[in-house]
């Protein structure tokens, strides 16, 4: 299976922002890629405009149906196990993967898949399987978003050695929003986790709002080339 899976150091960083931005650039490029969220939580609360939610991003930005983006669909804004829990129901790892690879097209296709994951990597989606397990299953190369300000080191970091922990592939870190003019805080916490996470990092500038143009314009600042380049000879 060809693709990418977004995850980050928390809840709120950038991670949609982050995987929509690659998607917009992916699909203006004229890439087959589809976008998959294994779970969303949140529905009941109001979306935070301009922007819509997470479901309703990637969908419009993919033109498929909200539900095919993101099947397994909650209201409370609480971690997936929990509002499956409420939900009297329990979400089913088998089947989070066979819809991944159902929207892929199956393991010899062509199409690649852009999975954004659900909070961190450590996020619980039933009794002991989490997002991490979800990605080691899709065995797709990772992409991690984080901030870029004060604390960020630190959570960057521990995302980085639980992915690595588990055998997961990352390509970057990807700092957002990425301020046009850095400080001096932010260019070391950049410099930092390139150093001693041994990573490549990247910043995202900041997008304004949800426009399919803005952010393939955002998603183009990264060299996302590169890393499909090498998911392609990896995979040959």
């Known amino acids: 299976m060809r693709g990418l899976f977004v995850t980050a150091t928390d809840t709120g960083v950038g991670k949609t922002v ?23 939580t949140g529905l009941d609360e109001p979306p935070d405009a301009p922007w819509p939610p997470d479901d309703e991003l990637l969908a419009r ?22 509002a499956a829990e409420l939900a009297g129901r329990a979400l089913d790892p088998r089947e989070l993967v066979e819809r991944a690879r159902t929207l892929a097209g199956g393991e010899r296709a062509r199409r690649a898949l852009l999975v954004e994951g659900v909070g961190g990597l450590l996020v619980p989606l039933s009794d002991g399987y989490c997002v991490r397990d979800l990605a080691r299953e899709l065995a797709l190369p990772v992409l991690i978003a984080a901030r870029p300000g004060l604390g960020t080191i630190n959570h960057t970091l521990l995302t980085l050695a639980a992915a690595r922990e588990a055998g997961l592939d990352v390509r970057a870190v990807v700092l957002t929003p990425w301020p ?35 952010l393939a314009r955002a998603g183009e600042t990264l060299p996302w080339r590169k890393w499909w380049r090498s998911l392609e000879s990896a995979q040959m």
């Open 180 to 214: 046009a003019r850095p400080d001096a805080l932010e260019r070391s916490n950049m410099a930092t986790i390139a150093r001693v996470g041994n990573i490549e990092v990247q910043g995202l500038p900041r997008v304004a709002g949800p426009d399919a143009r803005e």
């Open 18 to 40: 982050l995987a929509s931005a690659l998607l917009a650039a992916m699909l203006a490029a004229g890439e087959d890629v589809r976008p998959y969220k294994p779970a969303i």
């Open 61 to 82: 930005l993919a033109g498929m149906p909200r539900e095919r983006v993101a099947p397994a669909r909650f209201g409370p804004a609480v971690s997936p196990h929990l």
